[in-house]
């Protein structure tokens, strides 16, 4: 076996939680580059149903398109059944799906606080469970969390008060769930990505750019497809060692 050959993801499936646009999109897609089944799952079924055919036509994989609602058991449920019964097992879970609200801490309201705080939190525990539950009679499983350096830094200039709260504990539910998980053949990394060019993230918008982009050792935002390879890395057994890791890939933003 050469290194490459431990990148490859072939004979396995994943499943992107919020993979038809962004940065789910980009990791479902290189998932199947990387030769895994790969299952496209958010609210949108039809644009993940669209996504899921894309992906499938340009890598010759098996795809799935699916509707989920990553904060409802039954949704998570139902969604795990599926993709288990249709596409036969479930290797790897990206834990993608997310939102976020720009507005100071005292103007939040209690709904957009339950919904950053469900969506990003919740949305990641129900799937870990659900899909670990399966992973722990079949032999182990991958589990990639999509945290953020929301989880270590405080953004400027727009402020996102309960997204960071809310990513912060992505981080530490990584490590404990990878502490919990280890003898059970289950590893369970995250990736904090630093600011990339997506819909939640309007990176060239002029009142950003001091702040998002100058300030950056790099000096520029990431492609989606560059955070892409690091969840290939995390999900295969180029990573094998790894469990519990938080793997910053953010241009240098942090160092300072
Ligand atoms: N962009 C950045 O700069 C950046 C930086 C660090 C971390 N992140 C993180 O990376 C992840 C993806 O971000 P993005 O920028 O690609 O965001 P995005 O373009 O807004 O996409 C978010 C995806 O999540 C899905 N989603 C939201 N709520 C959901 C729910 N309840 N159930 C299922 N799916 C749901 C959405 O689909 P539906 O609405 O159809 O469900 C959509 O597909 C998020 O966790 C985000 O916090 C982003």
């Known amino acids: 076996m050469t290194v490459l050959d431990k990148f490859s993801l072939e004979g396995k499936v994943a499943l992107v939680t919020g993979g038809y646009r962004g940065l789910g999109r980009a990791f479902a897609q290189a998932l199947a580059e990387a ?53 036969g097992r479930l290797d790897v879970l990206v ?17 957009e606080y339950d919904d950053v705080i469900t969506t990003n939190l919740k949305g990641v525990w129900l799937p870990s469970v659900v899909a670990a539950a399966w992973m722990a ?48 053949g289950i590893r369970v990394n995250a990736i904090a990505p630093g600011y990339v060019k997506t819909e939640m993230a309007p990176v060239d918008r002029p009142e950003f750019r001091r702040m998002w982009i100058e300030d950056a050792p790099m000096q520029r935002y990431s492609t989606p497809e560059e955070v892409a390879a690091t969840v290939v890395y995390l999900a295969s057994e180029a990573s094998s060692f790894s469990t519990g890791a938080v793997v910053v890939t953010d241009g240098g933003y942090t160092l300072f």
């Open 95 to 111: 834990n993608n799906a997310g939102t976020c609200v720009h507005r100071p801490a005292l103007e939040v309201t209690d709904e």
């Open 137 to 184: 009679e079949h032999g182990g499983g991958n589990i990639v969390n999509i945290g953020s350096i929301s989880a270590q830094i405080v953004n400027r200039p727009q402020l996102q008060p309960v997204y960071n709260a809310s990513k912060a504990a992505v981080h530490q539910l990584t490590k404990s769930l990878a502490a919990e998980w280890a003898p059970l």
């Open 35 to 87: 030769g895994a089944d790969v299952v496209v799952a958010a609210r949108d079924e039809a644009r993940s149903v669209e996504a899921a055919a894309e992906i499938a036509a340009s890598t010759g994989r098996k795809t799935l398109g699916l509707r989920l609602d990553v904060t409802s058991r039954p949704e998570v449920e139902a969604a795990v059944a599926r993709v288990t019964g249709e596409l």
